[in-house]
């Protein structure tokens, strides 16, 4: 999982309190051949879905979609919360992978984008950065009273250049700023995959998917699994937004299983 933000403060609670979720089911067993409801250490929460009887014993993609939406929810309330009682007003952007028996999920909230890189470099984007000047989201803003403005970026209220954050809670109010997920599963076998590239908003200003991914093929011995480097190429090109890369390799043993 990456948390790619403005604040580390509102990266620190989600990515702790998503990664501790996530133990959670895992070591429940809900994503395994078999999968059963995770045990609630805490207070009760609504009951995970579970694969009907056509699905085998398999999770199926649109239940997984339907968990990462919901523990989504449940960061963004607990965030604001956390917030709200030390007076901070910042916020975070969210990228989310998810690779299990039979998938692959992507979860985006804001302007951070994971790119899938094919075995010869080709790249495809995974998710869809969330700016303000982009449809729908300037539509949805303008309809919620919200207004953008430029000054070398285009920014909500003159102040944010993501349209979907989690935290930033002086922007939510009518859902001027919105923390509504975008989730995305896939069988990357079936897209060819070899790598997923996760990446920062100030990565993206400066290399392309298809140089990145063009870059990952010759490199995938390097450290990251080439991160390291594409890391370095980004900085050099002095970009002033935030810069986090992260580099996952989709293979799948002799199983079939993914690693």
Known sequence: MAAF?????????????????????????????NPVIAKESGPKSSPRPQPSSEQSSLVSRPAVAAVLKEEIS???????KSLSSVHDSSGTSLLLL??????????????????LCSADGKALSLTHEHKPYLQPERGRIK??????????????QGILSASRSLGDPDLKANGIVIAEPEIATFDPIALHSHLVLLA?????????GEVACGFLSSRIAEPGFGAEGL?????????????????????????GTLS
């Not at 449940?74 to 604001?80: C, D, G, I, K, V």
């Not at 890391?231 to 199983?255: F, G």
Request: glycine share 8%; net charge neutral.
């Open 74 to 80: 449940m960061a963004e309330r607990e965030l604001l």
């Open 98 to 115: 998810l690779i299990w028996h039979q998938g692959l999920a992507v979860a985006s909230v804001g302007d951070s984008r994971a790119v």
């Open 143 to 156: 309809r919620a009273g919200g207004y953008i403005s430029f000054d070398g970026a285009w920014r909500v």
């Open 231 to 255: 890391a370095r190429q980004a900085a050099s090109k002095a970009s002033a937004d935030s810069l986090a890369v992260m580099v996952v390799k989709t293979n799948r043993d002799n199983s």
């Open 5 to 33: 933000a403005e604040s580390k403060l509102a990266a620190d609670l989600v990515h702790t309190r998503l990664l501790r979720r996530f133990h959670e089911l895992f070591d429940g067993g809900w994503l395994n051949d």
């Open 200 to 208: 920062s908003p100030g990565f993206w200003d400066a290399i392309s």
